[in-house]
């Protein structure tokens, strides 16, 4: 049974990555990823706060950059908030790139482009075998665009690339007005991986305290299916490859992610839920299902059920949208 992919232009042995989180903070549990079979490692993200707080220093200097940067950096949360500062993590990555063998990817969290993206230089020179580079951002102002905010995330990339010549992958939230054209746009840019999707900060109000609350709830399958869908949109019509982060439990959901078209399926909330050895059981578990399905390779079923070959996929979504609704009786 042959497992291996390729991602971002390095040949894994299989498909199972751990995505960006406290997991791999420190050495022990880098190496514990490791021995659980993972194919490659995901560090957390050094955010772009972090390092534009850290360039500018003192704080005299930021409110010396206007009121609304003052008021902006106020919302900051402080240095030691952060499990990992920006001098730490590149010595945790170097640390990180001698403990292990498979690769280790460094994660650089920013939305515009900027002095932080030195940072990508640097990550790749600590060893990095590769970046994701996370474009999180709400987009709360009704006065930008949707052409600005994608050119910005456009820009950043393009950035980021003339700054490395390692791989970088691009990980995405689903809320953009035309998903695919920025897919596309990305992929023309350069980004070497588009990672589906970013899980949104959804905070939930306590009406009795009148506040907001911040609530970080682990997924389960169920939030696969958004990913399942526009992997197989994607599929076949760009030259990255193609990572799901977001709801992967289970062998099925590898074997799922990978017909709609994933390279790479990445794995944090089961891991924080049952301990790093649960990828071993998936592992386990994807190889037993293609076993008894008498598949031999994962390419052999990669992006089969893609949309790529659907004459004209609008209409399409259209149709399963119109039965989906009529299908329902009382
Ligand atoms: C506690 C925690 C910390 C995370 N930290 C990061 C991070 O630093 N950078 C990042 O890109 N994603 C981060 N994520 C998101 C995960 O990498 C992943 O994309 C998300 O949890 C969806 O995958 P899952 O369903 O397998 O959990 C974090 C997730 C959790 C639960």
Redesign the pocket.
Known sequence: MNLSTEYLGVVLPHPLVA????LSDDLDGVKRLEDAGAAAI?L??LFEEQITREQMSEFENLERHGESFAEAASYFPTPDAFALGPFEYLNHLRRAKEAVRIPVMA?L?GATPGGWIEYARLMAQAGADAL?L?L?RIATDPETTSAEIERQAVETVQAVKNAVTIPVAV?LSPFYTAFAHLARELDQAGADGLVLF??FYQPDIDPEELAATRT?H??DSS?LRLRLHWMAILSGRVRASLAV?????TGIDVVKATMAGAHVT?????L?LHGPMHLRAVLDDLAAWMQKHEWHSLAEMRGNMSLFKVPDPDAYERANYMLMLQGWRA
């Open positions: 995505g960006a989180s406290p995901v957390r993200s994660s969290n994701e996370n999180y990980k970013n899980r970080l682990l997924s939030e982060t977001g709801g992967v439990h990445q794995m944090v909330s089961a924080l």
